[in-house]
């Protein structure tokens, strides 16, 4: 039972006065979590992380799902090395951005262009700049029931975290119902050849109906708009490179990021020739599109880490050991719920990619307490849990057998906090959701 947090009390002491929110991604933040767990990680090795206060943790989230193969990978890490010792950035593209655009473009046949980046975010909203440019339109459309596209302006706007974006700036976003066709088809009829693009994670938690995206795709690109698929989290998870090979789709754009450099900071986005063309210089009297310019979207070090990345998944077949891992998991989680009855109060989402808990309250209500106390006791036990589980390349099966027994132990403290209420067993606040109007 982890119970010394004294370093973690003092870095939480310190941090906020430093760091707005305390941390560089509100989902790493101290509301995010129990009181009582690691305020910080000092390194990590494989599918195990360790605390200022070395205590040891199997990691679940894989930082927030980006490592793929596992923390301190060797080969990655062997990459990056030779890439340091020959310089990270220079006044002219590197060489290696041939080989990387090369690399990953031979995975996505539908694609012939790409633009490296940084984060998630940038890219997202370059592909959305870029639509709007191709189209000539105005309005960008996604799914409201999808948790998080970018930081900027034309998503943050729609959401109850929006103080300080311009109302004249989210109203040009238009939200349907994910998955759901006829929704999609209802904002097109409602906003006839005004919407520039519509922007969408591939699959979530549930199911696809049968043949939506490639229906979707079909239905928009019908419609004059350009169809931008986000990979940011499906990306080396669902398949290779993602679920555009899964359901063998053909969007306009994909995004990608997360674990397609596992853990370093690269992000691309991949799309059509005709339409990746009007960010380029090459069209001499055409209007210039300023599409996206990082002064660090061209690391060396970084790069190195995709490609070795890419060479990993392929050479050692990564997806199907994570895959089968995935599986392992879901479904002995599943039977240990249903043997201690617990099914109506936890409910376990998700495919053989990622797995994602819910937890209800004795009146079968969504309860951010009873999941933080959750939380709470298997942290205790040396699981980094935030609820959700992403099977990596070092997690085995004797790391899922340690997950799940102690999986089962808090089952049966969950049964008490049922009948007494979490408040009798939760130390500190219940955890908050990141998007919401008051602190």
């Known amino acids: 039972m982890i119970s010394n947090y004294k370093n ?16 560089h991604t509100y989902s ?9 767990s690691p305020a910080a990680i000092k390194r990590g090795k494989g599918a195990y992380v360790w605390d200022v206060d070395d205590n040891q943790f199997l990691d679940c989230s894989m930082g927030l ?26 006044q ?33 909203t370059a592909a959305v700049k870029l639509a709007r440019a191709y189209t000539n339109r105005k309005l960008v459309a996604f799914p409201f029931d999808h948790p998080f596209y970018s930081y900027d302006d034309w998503f943050i706007g729609t959401t109850l975290g929006n103080k300080g974006v311009p109302e004249e700036i989210t109203a040009l976003s ?18 006839p050849n005004q919407i520039a ?13 049968p043949n939506y995206l490639e229906d979707a795709i079909k239905f928009v690109q019908s419609q004059g708009s350009v169809y931008i698929l986000d990979e940011m989290i499906t990306g080396f998870k669902t398949d290779l490179p993602g679920s555009i090979k899964k359901y063998n789709v053909s969007p306009d754009i994909a995004t990608w990021g997360k674990g397609i450099a596992n853990g370093f900071s690269f992000s691309c986005m991949t799309g059509k020739k005709e339409i990746m063309e009007i960010g380029g210089i090459r069209k001499e009297g055409s209007e210039r ?3 996206t310019s990082t002064t660090h979207g061209g690391e060396t070090h970084a790069i190195a880490a995709g490609i070795s990345t890419i060479n990993e998944y392929q050479n050692k077949n990564v997806i199907q050991h994570n895959h089968k891992i995935g599986k392992l998991l879901l479904s002995s989680c599943k039977e240990l719920i249903t043997k201690h009855n617990l099914q109506d109060y936890i409910e376990v989402l998700g495919d053989n990619w990622m797995q994602v808990f819910v937890y209800r309250n004795k009146n079968k209500e969504v309860c951010m307490g009873m999941r933080t106390f959750f939380m709470q006791e298997m942290i205790k036990r040396g699981v980094l849990f935030q609820t959700a589980f992403v099977p990596c390349f070092s997690h085995n099966e004797q790391d899922i057998m340690f997950f799940c027994s102690q999986f089962e132990e808090c089952l049966k403290l969950y049964q008490n906090a049922l009948t007494d209420g979490y408040q009798a067993h939760l130390i500190g606040q219940p955890t908050k959701p990141v998007f919401r109007k008051y602190n």
């Open 8 to 23: 973690s009390e003092i870095y939480r002491s310190k941090i906020h006065d430093l760091i707005p929110g305390g941390a």
């Open 28 to 36: 790493k933040g101290d509301d995010q979590f129990p009181l009582l």
């Open 65 to 90: 799902t980006s490592v793929g193969l596992g923390h301190a990978y060797e080969p990655v890490l062997e990459a990056v090395r030779r890439e340091l010792e020959l310089g990270v950035n220079f």
């Open 92 to 124: 002219r593209p590197s060489y290696i951005e041939l080989e990387m655009a090369e690399k990953f473009l031979s995975l996505i046949p539908q694609h012939q262009m790409i633009k490296f980046a940084k984060n998630g975010s940038i890219v997202t």
């Open 174 to 191: 238009v939200t349907y119902k994910s998955d759901d066709l006829n929704s999609l088809k209802e904002i097109f009829a409602k906003y």
């Open 197 to 209: 693009c519509v922007i969408s994670e591939p699959e979530k938690w549930t199911p696809l109906p």
């Open 289 to 291: 599109v300023f599409l």
